[in-house]
């Protein structure tokens, strides 16, 4: 009776309703059976695909419909395999097995009865979730062409909060990828870059002929909130295309320094970076300066807390510190800073964790992120994304320190040192 056991568990495991074939219910046994071998043949053609082309996986799996109906194939499995292995431990009869594998038995069937219904449930449960987050953050249909072999992204870091006026982008960096290769070319652009110039068949050329230029007050990351409250009619078909005026006139203006054509943009809400982070279980980061978390002095004798020196793990909200604290340091600090974190959630990012926490960092997107990017180039850029990580990024921030002065720029330098840096990432 003790083998019996052993192999009606083995056997319902591995073969789910190949116990009830034996021992029970032969009905439901084959039907189980059935269901069994289908998951077979379905798991066989996925892997078929992957290794025929994986974009087609991809593509496939960023469906919603497919997903969310997974989702329900995938509960519907889990509630059929709970009920095969409570019949095959009804059917292993233990109370007729001596001594202490008795209480073995009875373990492992409830182990593996319990992680085999939860394992599956969670996977339904991450294929309906991300159905959901697919569908509220990819809200645009079509895709997005390279241009010159290129997909040239804009993130912007919104800095819009309870205690802020109006938003303005916090960080606004380019991620240049080879359509071919993956290679990425980083492009960091102050916020505090002053004299942008926009391009003749920009609708700001009408309003700025001579450019963003009015000292102080017409930085870069300030032209976001200048749209947005006064000259929003120049993009009169933003919002259909998922974007907003202030969102166009920023991509307007980077295009204007960098002389690269956006193809699509992501805006994060600052927010977003803590629950993300906290989402991935934190990040690792090498702090090399002591830096104040909040207050106003430039000595942090008004700080709420302090980030010590030394390899640390920090959780959301004192990464999204260490990236932007400013007194005591320069903006053009907090851009190194920020692409460490960017690097480090990057890092982070690996497939057991996005599986693990799936839900989180599902939750932490779909409240905080905006994007124009079509819900059908998902498989491409996942693709790139993963070709990203295995590559890394080179960085081009045109900070003082590598010769620029967001003052004083010379825009035709940096579209050379812009167009150099994508020459060699191709």
């Not at 990819?138 to 205690?163: C, E, H, M, W």
């Not at 320094?257 to 991935?280: N, P, Q, R």
């Not at 692409?339 to 905080?368: D, H, N, W, Y």
Request: charged letters at 20%; glycine letters at 10%; one cysteine or more.
């Amino acid at each position: 009776m003790q083998t019996r056991a052993w192999w009606l568990l083995a056997l319902g495991t591995i073969f789910p309703g190949t116990a009830q074939i034996i021992g029970g219910n032969r009905r439901l046994g084959r039907f189980a059976l059935r269901f069994t071998l289908g998951n077979v043949v379905l798991l066989a053609l996925a892997l078929a695909i992957f290794l025929i082309n994986k974009n087609w996986l991809f593509a496939i799996a960023t469906v919603p419909f497919i997903t969310t109906v997974l989702g329900w194939y995938l509960w519907f499995f889990g509630a059929l395999f709970a009920l095969l292995i409570l019949d095959a431990l009804r059917l292993s009869q233990l109370g007729r097995v001596q001594g202490r594998q008795r209480l073995i038995l009875l373990l492992s069937f409830l182990m593996v009865g319990t992680l085999g219904t939860g394992g599956i449930v969670y996977a339904g449960t991450v294929s309906t979730t991300s159905a959901s987050a697919i569908g509220s953050i990819f809200k645009q249909g079509g895709s997005t062409q390279p241009v010159d072999g290129r997909y040239n992204i804009l993130l912007l870091g919104s800095d819009a909060g309870s205690d802020r006026f109006g938003v303005r982008p916090d960080s606004i960096t380019v991620f240049s990828v080879s359509a071919a290769t993956g290679r990425v070319a980083v492009i960091g652009i102050p916020r505090g870059l002053e004299h942008v110039p926009f391009s003749a068949d920009s609708p700001l050329w009408k309003v700025y002929p001579n450019g963003w230029d009015c000292l102080n007050e017409c930085l870069i990351n300030a032209l976001y909130k200048n749209v947005t409250d006064k000259h929003a009619d120049l993009y009169p078909d933003a919002e259909k295309q998922g974007s907003t005026a202030g969102v166009e006139a920023t991509k307007d203006a980077v295009e204007g320094v960098t002389g690269l054509k956006i193809t699509s943009y992501v805006m994060i809400e600052m927010h977003a970076v803590t629950k993300l982070i906290d989402a991935l279980g934190g990040v690792t980061i090498d702090v090399k300066q002591r830096l104040p978390i909040g207050g106003q002095a430039d000595d942090g004798s008004d700080a709420k807390g302090w980030i010590e020196v030394g390899k640390q793990n920090m959780n959301g909200y004192t990464a999204l510190w260490y990236a932007r604290s400013r007194h005591g340091t320069s903006d053009f600090d907090r851009m190194k800073r920020q692409k460490e974190v960017e690097a480090a959630i990057l890092k982070q990012m690996s497939p057991a964790t996005i599986f693990s926490r799936f839900q989180q960092i599902a939750a932490a997107g779909t409240s905080l992120v905006t994007t124009d990017i079509p819900k059908d180039m998902l498989p491409t850029y996942l693709d790139l994304a993963n070709k990203v990580k295995k590559r890394g990024m080179k960085v081009l921030d045109l900070v003082p320190s590598a010769g620029y002065h967001p003052g004083s720029p010379n825009y035709t330098k940096i579209r050379a040192d812009v167009a150099k840096i994508i020459a060699q990432n191709k």
